[in-house]
């Protein structure tokens, strides 16, 4: 499975950083997987956010590209998502995905 952590209420312009870590089967093919985060935010279609392979070559969404970096650590079996300058429309829920698993989501909360 695939678990989301880090989310909260944070300021315009503030940061927050993201973990979606994995566990149980998955992790034994983990490390080549592509992984990525996507959000939805109220009344909105999920849109994808950043990928990164396993070859950590990463692609990000137009809205974020200079804010959001996506990293990850194959020893913990886990992706990060580093969110600095932070909007009031980043305001969303954040799901990691990736082996055909869907994270629950985190909140991320920005306000003005």
């Known amino acids: 499975q695939l678990v989301e952590s880090g989310g909260g209420l944070v300021q315009a312009g503030g940061s927050l950083r993201l973990r979606c870590k994995a566990s149980?089967?998955?992790?034994?093919?983990?490390?080549?997987?592509?992984m990525a985060w996507y959000r939805q935010a109220p009344g909105k279609q999920r849109e994808f956010v950043a990928s990164?392979?396993?070859?950590?070559?990463?692609k990000y969404a137009d809205a974020v590209k200079g804010r959001f970096t996506i990293s990850r650590d194959n020893a913990w079996k886990t992706i990060f998502l580093q969110m600095n300058s932070l909007e009031v429309e980043d305001t969303a829920l954040y799901y990691c995905?990736?082996?055909?698993?869907w994270g629950s989501g985190t909140q991320v909360t920005v306000s003005s």
């Open positions: 995905s990736g082996l055909d698993l």
């Open positions: 149980g089967a998955i992790t034994s093919v983990f490390n080549p997987a592509e």
């Open positions: 990164i392979t396993g070859a950590r070559v990463t």
